[in-house]
């Protein structure tokens, strides 16, 4: 079977099933979905603590090289591998993260899968879902709200305005809000000084919302918040302190039960949370993998970017602070990709180029070594595209074959979860002859620095990193403060191991400059800004919304 049309289109053209379908295939009751129209719906609490005693499945984490414009897949290769396993006779659940509206609408589009790997239903997920971006939107911005309140009525808690860490957030790419001055006008409008926003998905509420396994764990990192410092003494100021935490949580409480939806072949899927990959750890929500490794033996999920930030933020992070034990990793390639690593220029990958392919390679064998660091196994995924070649496909595995990794040629895209079926089979057999012996790559009690230092020599093949005496003062700080045992979550360019996006393949000996060290204390990390990172994207010169519109027939066209 070829794709025909869009991935829109596709999507469209599904047999949906009735969500109460889906959720019985999972053992859900029709009393512990919270239906929202007939295609997806939120889990219940009851039912959430009724499974909490189950047995887990096995947890698969897919992740990828380092992305290039020649793009690599790593949602379509987790739908259609999840797809693969039910095809196989399995019972296998994929966990994915929301995707923002800014992305949406800007340059990359939507995060839902494509070609025949898809969840649906595609428009809703890409655009308002269930509303969870918009409740974590409220919550942060009530908290911004109090912070300016307090500051306006005496400022008891001597919060210094030029030592305001809390900005304001909108799921949108919009660049001119990076830095704006808030209360202006007169004395009634608040005091005046210097803010910005972020975009959602940047919020610390996300980060915190993501890795809580309860509602009243939630509560406990919104209230553990730092929003600033004093200015007499400098003293963090947390959001418990302003008594914000609880209605925080209210705003949050439906959002928190995870999303069920489905495949286009009508297998299970959750999708919950989406947290940046860079400034924060990329991975859907806690609560949602955690309940998808009690309903099912195989559970299927991503990170996001490569391997060298989603991954070992999947590992160090997520699975640390939640006790989580991965049995396996895909590692997703494409030929194109590997091209482009090798010197290939875009418009030239359609074309056979083995040199440039074995030259690319290297990017591939660094994750390898990367991921095999944390004692998962390893298998790669050759994300097929139409122009790729068998010799191509063979010289990748041939690389491969020098790692001891098996590798296997997917084609998902085009035949859905039948195309992943080796995959599924060669998963299986991994998972039955390999045991997983996980551990993060570095320990909790290593200092703040080393740590980072650690991430940048381990994963990056950095020399070194470096920082000016401001930066460094900071990390003694943190460390001082009691945050020295928090994991480090690096945020620099998705496109290279170095903080220079054009230097792709796997480049060695470069020195890591750090920007800027911030607390996490609600999501419990310390995020480490390297290079040009932005947490407000602007929108391309020609945004992706130029061709979003609604047809004649009432139908939303142009998303992909």
């Known amino acids: 079977m070829e794709k025909t049309g869009s991935d829109l289109e596709i999507a469209q053209a599904a047999n949906k099933q009735p969500i109460t379908d889906i959720g019985e295939k999972l053992g859900i009751p029709a009393e512990g979905l919270i239906p929202y129209g007939h295609d997806k719906a939120k889990l219940s609490y009851e039912f959430l603590d009724r499974i909490k005693d189950r047995p887990d499945g096995k947890l698969i984490l897919v992740t990828a090289i380092s992305p290039t414009p020649a793009g690599e897949g790593k949602t379509t290769t987790t739908v259609g591998l999840g797809d693969g396993l039910n095809r196989i006779g399995k019972k296998a659940t994929i966990c994915l993260r929301e995707p923002s509206l800014g992305p949406c609408f800007g340059m990359k589009g939507g995060a839902a899968g494509g070609g025949y790997a898809q ?31 307090h500051i306006y009525w005496e400022n008891t808690l001597d919060l210094d305005q030029r030592r305001i860490t809390w900005k304001r957030v909108v799921d949108m790419n919009d660049r001119a809000l990076r830095n704006i001055l808030i209360g202006l006008g007169s004395p009634v409008n608040g005091i005046p000084r210097e803010s910005g926003y972020d975009i959602t998905v940047a919020s610390e509420v996300m980060a915190c919302f993501c890795l809580a396994t309860s509602l009243d764990d939630l509560q406990k990192r919104l209230g553990n918040i730092v929003v600033g410092y004093t200015r007499k003494e400098q003293k963090p100021v947390r959001v418990q302190e302003l008594g914000a935490q609880g209605a925080m949580t209210a705003l949050l409480r439906d959002a928190f039960q995870p999303n069920l939806v489905q495949t286009l072949e009508n297998n299970p899927a959750l999708m919950h949370g989406g947290p940046f990959a860079n400034i924060a750890h990329g991975c859907n929500s806690v609560i949602a993998t955690a309940t998808a490794l009690k309903l099912s033996d195989y559970v299927i999920t991503e990170a996001g970017f490569g391997a060298d930030l989603g991954a070992e933020k999947f590992f160090n992070i997520k699975c640390r602070k939640a006790g989580l034990k991965p049995a396996a990793v895909v590692l997703v390639a494409t030929t194109r990709a590997l091209k482009m690593h090798g010197g290939v220029a875009r418009e030239d990958l359609a074309s056979e180029n083995i040199a440039a392919l074995q030259a690319g390679c290297v990017n591939l064998g660094r994750h390898i070594d990367n991921l095999k660091k944390f004692g998962v196994p390893v298998t790669v995924a050759i994300n097929h595209f139409v122009t790729d070649t068998d010799a191509e496909h063979q010289a990748i595995s041939d690389f491969c074959e020098k790692y001891s990794v098996q590798c296997t040629v997917s084609s998902h895209w085009e035949h859905g979860g039948k195309g992943a079926e080796n995959l599924a089979h060669v998963l299986v057999d991994l998972l039955e002859h390999s045991t997983s012996q996980f551990s993060p790559s570095y320990r909790a009690d290593v200092p703040l620095w080393e740590k980072a230092k650690h991430i940048a020599m381990s994963m990056y093949g950095a020399e070194d990193i470096v920082a000016d005496q401001k930066i460094r003062d900071e990390f003694r700080k943190f460390e001082a403060e009691g945050y020295g045992n928090y994991p480090i979550c690096m945020a620099k360019t998705q496109y290279s191991f170095s903080t220079d996006p054009t230097l792709r393949g796997a480049p060695s000996g470069h020195v890591v400059p750090i920007r800027e060290v911030r607390l996490s204390a609600g999501a419990e990390f310390i995020v480490v800004v390297c290079g040009a990172i932005m947490t407000m994207p602007g929108l391309p010169r020609v945004p992706a919304a130029n061709a979003i519109g609604v047809n004649k027939d009432r139908r939303i066209e142009g998303l992909f």
């Open 119 to 149: 969840v649906i239903p595609m428009t809703d997920i890409n655009l308002h879902f269930t509303g969870d971006f918009h409740a974590i939107g409220a919550a942060h911005n009530l908290l911004s709200a109090l912070i300016d309140n």
